[in-house]
């Protein structure tokens, strides 16, 4: 599971997010026989209304799970994944980041945990890049939760901001009945 995200928050465009409790997206992972070394297969996909592709190369969770393989040095097994989206594409919450998240952090967790957070955020940079551009407030704030601030790419450096916990701060979430992709705004 990964959570929602809100970015772009105040000044904060592309470098400060925010994770939402709650609302997110689930992936499972399995090493199978039947899938060659080294390849991904995307056997399930739910809640997107049969919108997003289940070739691995051109969806962001098979692009996701193929950059943390590489970054964990898995070339011996075959991976089959299934999606469950919980949020809706195009609703400004961070959807696409939640679903790379939720991979990472299943094959991750397949292999031993071996990667740090900023090396599981380099692996959904790999495929936030190919859906709405190189930023990692979202996919750094649906692997850290809470606040996170991206100070620097290069390296990566990510902050995470203390909650104020003895304020009362909530956010009312919209959501309109139509779509706002990211990569068209």
């Known amino acids: 599971f990964a959570p929602a995200t809100l970015a772009n928050l105040g000044l904060g465009f ?14 499972s992972v399995e090493v199978s026989e039947g899938i060659e070394p080294g390849q991904i297969v995307i056997s399930l996909i739910n809640g997107d209304n049969n919108r997003l592709s289940c070739d691995p190369v051109n969806n962001y969770v098979g ?8 970054l964990l040095g898995i070339r011996s097994v075959g991976l ?16 696409s ?10 094959v991750n967790a397949l292999f031993g945990n071996k990667l740090t957070t900023s090396e599981l955020v380099l692996a959904g940079l790999e495929s936030e890049a190919a859906v709405s551009g190189y ?23 990510l ?11 909530f956010f009312v979430l919209v959501t309109p009945d139509f779509e706002a992709p990211t990569k068209k705004m």
């Open 80 to 95: 089959s994944l299934s999606l469950h989206k919980g949020l809706p594409l195009g609703s400004g919450l961070g959807s």
């Open 97 to 106: 980041a939640a679903s790379v998240a939720a991979a990472a952090v299943a």
């Open 135 to 157: 930023h990692a407030d979202n996919i750094a704030s649906s692997l850290m939760g809470g606040f996170v601030l991206v100070r620097s790419y290069n390296p990566l450096d």
């Open 14 to 27: 592309d470098f400060l997010g925010c994770a939402v409790e709650g609302l997110g997206d689930h992936v």
């Open 159 to 169: 902050i995470s901001l203390p909650f104020p916990t003895d304020k009362k701060l």
């Open 63 to 70: 692009i996701a799970t193929k950059a943390t393989m590489e």
